[in-house]
């Protein structure tokens, strides 16, 4: 039986959904303070808007350092390897910005465990982001944007070795779940979840 996420991790959802519905209608997170449109139990705090807030700058200041419209700036991308079968790698990511020649590929994270941009989850989104727009970007740049942590922001410039290193870590994963269907084999220690699948559906 998966683990029953905690308030924290369904207050951190509420915030989410308050981001998700500001990159996509172009609404302002203080308009919407003490809305419990989002989740009936949390209602829109303060603190929540200044999260939301930061993210929406950050986002906007990035497209300005690297010449991007912010009409770019995509929200919740369901993103999916087309080469990895049934669907085994994918996500959803908080926000994508892709550019001429520079990807952005940014995270929300509401908690109070500092996670920094270089993440192999922030990683993985970044990996299925250059596969589902199928065209080469020159650089790959990681955002995570976190209110109440230190540093808030954490950037960071991906390296083809680093995306080469996960992508060969995933693929073998998915090789042992394929060779192994019934997972009556252990997992190698490499292969066990990290902390970052905590809360996962498909963890197992």
């Given at each position: 039986v998966p683990d029953k996420p905690s308030s924290a991790a369904e207050e951190g959802t509420a915030c989410h959904a308050l981001l998700e519905f500001c990159l996509t209608y172009g609404a302002s997170p203080r308009d919407l303070l003490g809305s419990r449109d989002f989740d009936?139990?949390?209602?829109?705090?303060i603190e929540m808007v200044e999260g939301v807030e930061l993210f929406i700058d950050t986002a906007r200041a990035t497209c300005a350092e690297f010449g991007i419209d912010p009409a770019n700036i995509l929200s919740e991308q369901r993103l999916v390897s087309q080469i990895i079968p049934n669907?085994?790698?994918?996500?959803?990511?908080?926000?994508?910005?892709p550019g001429d020649e520079?990807?952005?590929?940014?995270?929300?994270?509401?908690?109070?465990?500092?996670?920094?941009?270089?993440?192999?989850?922030?990683t993985a989104y970044s990996i299925l982001a250059l596969g589902t727009f199928n065209r080469t970007f020159k650089r790959v740049i990681q955002i995570v944007v976190q209110p109440r942590c230190n540093p808030q922001v954490s950037q960071y410039e991906l390296g083809s070795e680093e995306m080469t290193k996960v992508w060969e870590q995933v693929s073998a994963a998915a090789k042992f779940v394929l060779d192994n269907p019934?997972?009556?084999?252990p997992k190698p220690d490499n292969l066990k979840a990290g902390d970052w699948c905590k809360y996962c559906r498909r963890k197992e």
């Open positions: 009936e139990r949390y209602p829109v705090t669907e085994m790698f994918g996500g959803t990511s908080d926000c994508l910005i520079v990807l952005v590929t940014m995270d929300l994270k509401y908690g109070h465990k500092p996670v920094f941009a270089d993440s192999v989850q922030l019934d997972m009556t084999v």
